[in-house]
């Protein structure tokens, strides 16, 4: 088959998408698929050649909607090349665009959602919510209604996802997400990331790798830790990450308000080898954010063998404590504290033992290939019919 990813960019620093795409993609292409990719970014940005794909890059976009005159005109004059194309996300022009673009054509398109339909942001956002709610019954329900599929990572995305507008049509599918494995452990990639930071030599590390977002509960994190630290002074937070909102210097501050400042760690965006090796470092990952479609750092901690501590809104909790692959609670400075004691109070034979079973959770539920077997298999059907 020949697959068309329609994303609004794929710049890195926009988090799962992106990498969700780059795996699937390049597990797809190993199958013998043909997988390219269109965005809306500007042709001359840097992180263009280092994407796996090929890329059509339609840019510059405009303003926050990233709206991109070449989108439409470019699709109608290729997506025939295609049999299937996927729109990754919504509330942007490449999802409305690619949707008017295939409107009234034979060809399939199905959508990813992400997480974006989590009924979260109506809560925290009402007012966003409300612009929603103006742009929602002529945009994006329409985008929905129209496609062939709706696809959802876990069963309860797609559960959330029919909270936020009344007004919802969908052909839903769940049809589960994926991670490539990752390298093997091995003493250079750690010592790479030791060598970088240290302070960390001989320390017990909890790693929080993510985007520093008020999404993902950065500041209750901080708060808990420092209600936990006198337990262990050996006990040490990475929290590793581009700051997407200016939020870190408040956050530091923060950390200095509450005495914690010096056994935190600040590493920035962590990619390749040093990624991998802040995973080796770390005796567990940790996660309390308030809301989290999938998460993939949550599974690529689980590939390194690492227990995952998480919050009960990322969507695939129930999955791991099935498993029992990692500790949750709330997403609250209370719950996330109750995590830590817990972990802190665990014997090293059993927080071994659940490093374990994280991994052979990761393995019978959130690899790539499992993903792409289901997509391919759903598609191919579909693409039949």
């Known amino acids: 088959m020949k697959w068309l990813h329609v994303l609004s960019s794929i710049d890195p620093r926009y988090g799962g998408p992106i990498e969700g795409v780059r795996n699937l993609g390049g597990h797809l292409t190993m199958l013998g698929h043909t997988v390219e990719v269109v965005t809306l970014d500007d042709p001359s940005e840097p992180f263009l050649t280092e994407f796996p794909l090929r890329v059509h890059a339609l840019g510059p976009s405009i303003g ?61 956002y009402p007012f966003k919510h409300l612009k929603k709610w103006l742009y929602w019954p002529w945009g994006e329900y329409r985008v929905l209604r129209d496609a062939r599929a709706v696809l959802f990572t876990c069963e309860e995305e797609r559960r959330l996802a029919r909270q936020s507008f009344w007004l919802y049509t969908a052909k839903e599918k769940v049809v589960g997400y994926g991670i490539r494995l990752p390298p093997q452990e091995n003493a250079l990639v750690r010592e790479r990331f030791l060598m970088a930071h240290p302070e960390l030599r001989g320390r017990r590390v909890l790693l929080f790798l993510g985007r520093v977002h008020p999404k993902k509960g950065c500041d209750l994190l901080i708060n808990a830790f420092a209600r936990v630290a006198h337990i ?92 029992q692959a990692g500790l949750v609670d709330d997403d609250t400075i209370d719950g996330t504290e109750r995590t830590l004691r817990r972990w802190l109070s665990m014997s090293p034979d059993a927080r071994k033992a659940m490093g374990h079973r994280a991994s052979q959770c990761f393995l019978n539920r959130f690899t790539v290939d499992a993903m792409a077997t289901s997509l391919v298999e759903f598609m191919a059907e579909l693409v039949n019919e």
Not at 71 to 83: G, N, Q, S, T
Not at 247 to 273: F, H, N, Y
Not at 278 to 305: D, T
Request: proline share 5%; hydrophobic share 45%.
């Open 232 to 323: 262990d002074e050996s006990i040490f937070l990475v929290i590793g990450g581009p700051d997407s909102t200016g939020w870190l210097p408040e956050l530091q501050s923060l950390a200095c308000k509450l005495g914690v400042a010096d056994r935190i760690i600040w590493t920035g965006m962590l990619s390749g080898d040093m990624k991998w090796g802040a995973f080796y470092c770390s005796e567990a990952f940790i996660l309390p954010s308030h809301q989290e479609n999938f998460g993939i750092a949550v599974a690529e901690a689980m590939a390194c063998k690492l227990p995952v501590l998480i919050s009960n809104k990322i969507n695939i909790w129930r999955e791991i404590e099935a498993d």
């Open 64 to 124: 926050s909607y990233r709206y991109c005159r070449h989108l439409v005109p470019w699709l109608k004059l290729h997506a025939r090349e295609f049999d299937a194309v996927i729109i990754n996300g919504i509330w942007q022009f490449s999802s409305f665009g690619a949707a008017r673009a295939l409107r009234g054509t034979n060809i399939p398109y199905y959508v990813f959602l992400h997480g974006m339909l989590d009924p979260w942001f109506k809560r925290t």
